[in-house]
């Protein structure tokens, strides 16, 4: 079982950039495929951003396309999500999540605390 844990949220302008980690323990990092989900207030919990096990097929969701880039440290057991240009529309709680490469869904199976994200214009 891995432990997620994310850092790096905090406050910023609009038009600011900001990286987000997530440091993962207790299991085999280089077997998870990992995302990136963010939930803002009153809103459903949505999908931002997917990176495969080995670093590769980076995926992201249309409103953060060209601004926001995900990438994985294997040797350091983490995954960053650099964000830019960031709008007050980013305001949110950022998590991410874990699922083996080998899983028959595609359901995250493992979840951090999040980090707050907010973005004053």
């Known amino acids: 079982q891995v432990q997620l844990v994310e850092s790096g949220g905090g406050l910023v302008q609009a038009g600011d950039s900001l990286r987000v980690s997530c440091a993962a323990s207790g299991g085999f990092f280089s077997v998870y495929d990992m995302g990136w989900f963010r939930q803002a207030p009153g809103k459903e919990r949505e999908f931002v951003a997917a990176?495969?096990?080995?670093?590769?097929?980076?995926d992201y969701a249309d409103s953060v396309k060209g601004r926001f880039t995900v990438s994985r440290d294997n040797a350091k057991h983490t995954v960053y999500l650099q964000m830019n240009s960031l709008k007050p529309s980013d305001t949110a709680v950022y998590f991410c999540?874990?699922?083996?490469?080998?899983?028959?869904?595609?359901?995250?199976?493992?979840w951090g605390q999040g980090t707050q994200v907010t973005v004053s214009s």
């Open positions: 990176i495969s096990w080995n670093g590769g097929n980076p």
């Open positions: 999540a874990a699922r083996s490469r080998f899983s028959t869904t595609d359901e995250y199976r493992y």
